[in-house]
């Protein structure tokens, strides 16, 4: 006679997951990333260094990050996220209260080399490495409830942390958000974070652990990291989404001072720019279900075909209006492309070595954020103008797009799934 069945739980734990991680994404970009320029001038006007020199440590974090995103998310791979999170987040939280009491550039750039240790523990590699273990059929409405959440940390934190800095000045005001960031990621991290499904009893997506003589449950095929970062598809996607993030750092650094060069005013300019972070959150809206309905591959060639099509009409008109179509069509695609980048490594490559082969693209992606300023100021020099430099972007966005249809494998890596 065989055992009964496991009763299937009201609340699939995996969304538990999503939840937290949805949270403690929010507060940590929102603190180790989105907050760093509000508090450039107080420091400068205090500690008399000059703006190059701490946005130089910042770019160090953020090449640090990607270096480090390797040994981070084969660490994940192996022994699961909330060791390595936790310790993450009260490291970062210990790091912005030093930052708070800082006082001289060296040890100004050791905080930020050590926080860009801790950006790779607990920003979005490792938290996609959990989406990718406890979801399957979901992953794409899982992946679009946490980036479209974690996508306010801009929205939330700019706001925050000039009023911290206005009401408390710059020290206390990193002294509360480290608070903030050891209160609101590592208590929820060690406590609520869970390694896989079968730990409780459950199978990706909610299904239960099919009971003794019940029908069998086939888990995701996974490649090996070896047999991934070695494929052609590996290659086309890396291409892919280096040209994307480079095409991106690109635009958030020179389109201001492209704008205002091209006579629009400094106001307008940074409202534009601010507003193509805004318009990433229906992007993703749109997007990210797009790809579980079609081909993801096709969807995220679409999204870059999007940008270019967004920076030529922005080189070939004149005027606001066009200004807009740009944002527009530039912003929508912006923020579909990193869940779009998360659901095709889990599709490609399945979920049990998902860390270490995002971690070496995360690496790639982060050579080219911090290639793309210098690089395109060198062009910028070259050619005299940025009118050069932004049909430059133009055509790696038309790239991305011929990647991205590239890097599809001949034989997907996931099978469908059943559960008990």
């Known amino acids: 006679m065989s055992a009964a069945a496991p009763a299937r739980p009201a609340l699939y734990y995996g969304w538990v997951l999503v939840g937290v991680l949805s949270l403690t994404e929010t507060i940590s970009y929102g603190i ?8 450039l001038q107080p420091m400068e006007r205090e500690l008399g260094w000059s703006r190059v020199e701490m946005t130089g440590a910042f770019s160090l974090a953020l090449l640090v990050s990607g270096v480090a995103a390797i040994p981070v998310c084969r660490w994940v791979d192996r022994h699961g996220a909330r060791v390595l999170m936790s310790a993450g987040s009260l490291a970062a939280a210990l790091l912005v209260l030093a930052w708070s009491r800082v006082g001289s550039l060296p040890a100004f750039y050791a905080i930020w080399i050590a926080l860009g240790f801790a950006q790779a523990a607990v920003l979005y590699e490792p938290a996609f490495a959990v989406i990718a273990t406890w979801f399957v059929r979901h992953r794409g409405r899982a992946l679009t409830v946490l980036t479209f959440l974690a996508g306010f940390a801009s929205v939330i934190f700019l706001p925050l942390s000039s009023r911290l800095v206005e009401t408390l000045g710059w ?21 609520l974070l869970r390694r ?15 009971a003794e003589g019940g029908p069998a449950v086939h888990p995701e095929t996974s490649v090996s990291t070896r047999d991934a970062l070695r494929s052609r598809s590996f290659r086309w996607l890396a291409a892919a989404f280096f040209l994307s993030s480079l095409t991106t750092s690109a635009v958030f650094v020179h389109l201001i001072p492209a704008l205002t060069e091209w006579g629009y005013a400094p106001a307008f300019a940074a409202a534009a720019t601010g507003m193509i972070g805004t318009l990433g959150l229906p992007g993703r809206l749109v997007f990210t279900p797009l790809g579980t309905r079609w081909s993801r591959p096709g969807v995220t060639a679409g999204i870059f075909a999007l940008q270019a099509a967004g ?13 807009w179509a740009f944002v527009i ?17 889990a599709e490609y490559y399945g979920a049990a070595n ?3 082969i995002s971690g070496v693209l995360a690496l790639i992606l982060a050579v080219a954020r911090a290639a793309a300023p210098v690089g395109s100021s060198v062009l910028y020099t070259a050619a005299g103008g940025y009118g050069a430099v932004m ?4 055509g790696a966005s038309a790239l991305a797009a011929g990647a991205i249809l590239l890097a599809e494998p001949r034989r997907r890596a996931v099978p469908e799934v059943t559960h008990a």
């Open 311 to 323: 920076l030529a009409v922005l080189l070939a008109t004149s005027g606001r209006g066009g200004v």
């Open 354 to 356: 998902y860390g270490s």
């Open 32 to 39: 180790l990333s989105y907050a760093f320029p509000v508090f």
């Open 329 to 345: 069509l530039f912003g929508a695609g912006f923020g579909a492309i990193t869940p779009a980048r998360a659901a095709l490594v």
């Open 196 to 210: 896989r499904p079968a730990d409780l009893g459950l199978v990706p997506d909610g299904g239960i652990v099919a």
């Open 391 to 394: 049909w430059s972007l133009a």
């Open 171 to 191: 020290r206390s005001a990193l002294v509360a958000l480290a608070v903030v960031l050891a209160v609101g990621t590592f208590l929820p991290h060690a406590l």
